[in-house]
């Protein structure tokens, strides 16, 4: 992909300026790409004073907040020289709406601003951005901070030892996707495999005890430091962009991103079913403790 060509914005329902709109906006000045603004909002609230008669006059306020909101980003945006359309869409289903509205409208990229749900709420009910990640069939760009209106650095996070992403062709998807965002911010791309070893032992013979060998743990580094480095290559990531650090991922992609002031992290979803759907993969619960922003390639 050369150049962006259309970009989604899902704007806040509640019409107030965020994160996610001055990024919508830099990328579709730097690639040429429409910008189709969508706000998927609940139906006006209906009220019954008295003898069943309805509150017309505040329904008619509710529509026109929402026309006037409509007026004003247009306006904004003609004068930015963003080649945009911007509509409100009333809805009690919002997550189908996106997906209609994706399929009909085709866009390169779907931008939103995370949603910071309460950890309590989110164990009983999925956030809609947890619901884009797994259903949305085009990259998903959720905002959470923006440094920079156009990223300036762009992290594309991989695990090349995973045999789902390796069978999925995903991480050379996560960064296909993001040497396309890099380029049309002129951005630097680099590349980050945080490795775990823990897994691999199953919890039977934990290092401290001894029970495994420095070497036996060597050999397991070094074999996934060269699927790494394969990956790498077979892109075109130079080495000082190479970036191969021990720990769990979401803490360790965390800590980097805020070490290296990335604007972006492209991290990859896959289908998950049963318990592992439940407990959400490491780019949802990364949207709650990575800074900056996350583009999910799916």
């Known amino acids: 992909m050369e150049q962006y ?29 429409v910008l189709h603004v969508r706000v998927f909002a609940e139906p006006a609230p209906v009220v019954h004073l008295w003898e069943e008669k309805i509150d017309e006059a505040g329904y008619q306020r509710y529509a026109r907040r929402h026309r006037r909101w409509v007026a004003e980003q247009t306006r904004q945006l003609d004068d930015q020289g963003v080649q945009a359309t911007v509509e409100v869409l009333f809805t009690t289903h919002p997550l189908l709406d996106i997906l209609k509205t994706v399929e009909e409208l085709k866009p390169d ?5 995370v949603t910071l749900e309460p950890q309590l709420k989110r164990v009983f009910v999925t956030p809609l951005d947890c619901h884009l990640l797994r259903e949305c069939p085009i990259p998903v760009h959720l905002v959470n901070q923006a440094r920079h209106g156009l990223p300036q650095r762009v992290l594309a996070a991989v695990d090349p030892f995973d045999p789902s992403t390796q069978a999925s062709h995903l991480n050379d998807s996560i960064i296909q996707a993001a040497s396309a965002l890099a380029r049309q911010c ?113």
């Open 5 to 33: 060509q259309g970009l989604l914005l899902i704007a806040d329902c509640s019409l107030q300026p965020s994160a996610a709109l001055p990024r919508a906006v830099a990328l579709a000045k730097a690639s040429g790409a």
């Open 109 to 113: 990229l779907l931008i939103k601003d």
């Open 186 to 298: 002129t951005a630097p791309l680099h590349l980050l495999y945080a490795y775990d070893l823990s897994p691999a032992f199953n919890g039977e013979a934990p290092l401290a005890s001894g029970g495994w060998g420095m070497d036996v743990v060597e050999e397991l580094r070094e074999s996934l430091h060269l699927a790494f480095v394969t990956l790498a290559q077979r892109h075109g990531i130079a080495p000082e962009r190479r970036h191969f650090v021990m720990g769990p991922p979401v803490p360790a992609i965390s800590e980097f991103v805020e070490q290296y002031q990335a604007d972006v992290v492209v991290m990859g979803t896959v289908h998950r079913t049963g318990l592992d759907r439940l407990i959400g993969s490491n780019t949802e619960r990364a949207l709650y403790s990575v800074p900056g922003s996350i583009l999910a390639v799916r």
